[in-house]
């Protein structure tokens, strides 16, 4: 009986002292915001016998950090600011604004939306998210290399492959290849 009138007794002391310590769930987390003049997606396609490379600037964006590691973000593309090599030029550029790829006139954005990171190391995270493309949301999972997250700013960079057919650009079917590769470049500052 006195060890039950001890246990209770403590456990009662215990949540009374704990009511008047402040638990603070909430880490610190800091936000980034996106170097538009840095920030971008390096693309590499190819075709039979041939192959471009060009760049889709990251119009705007936020990463977040908790506890210096990454913890979310989100990115706005600029799919009407698209680029392409001097082999591909004005024409290839106008072709991948056209309805047969992008659709730029309806659909001059993409966005992806970071759902969850675990780092497996200091400096590399399995990130995954959802790219949004014409509308079409697809789930995309890649590992991250963090370079950076302090006060002088957010570094991180992603190399990924990705079929272009999931997110319904199907044009060229048997002569251009589906995988495109992907070199990701977020820059953000405080």
Do not use: C
């Not at 993409?110 to 509308?135: H, R």
């Amino acid at each position: 009986m006195k060890k039950a009138i001890v246990a209770i007794t403590s456990f009662a002391l215990i949540l009374g002292l704990s009511s008047f310590v402040t638990i603070n769930s909430k880490k610190n987390v800091v936000n980034y915001s996106v170097n538009a003049e840095k920030s971008k997606v390096d693309w590499i396609a190819s075709k039979k016998g041939d192959f471009h490379t060009g760049l889709f600037p990251i119009k705007s964006g936020s990463v977040s950090v908790e506890a210096g590691k990454l913890s979310g973000g989100k990115f706005t593309i600029d799919l009407a600011g698209v680029k392409v090599d001097a082999s591909g030029g004005d024409r290839l550029a106008g072709h991948l604004k056209s309805p047969d790829f992008f659709d730029v006139a309806k659909f001059a954005e993409a966005t992806f939306e970071i759902t969850s990171v675990k780092y497996t190391n200091d400096q590399t995270a399995d990130v995954a998210g959802n790219l949004n493309i014409k509308g079409i949301s697809v789930p995309v999972k890649f590992v991250a290399n963090i370079r950076s997250a302090d006060d002088k700013g957010f570094f991180a960079q992603a190399f990924l492959s990705i079929d272009k057919t999931l997110l319904g650009l199907n044009y060229g079917a048997g002569m251009v290849s589906n995988d495109v590769q992907l070199a990701i470049h977020i820059f953000g500052t405080k």
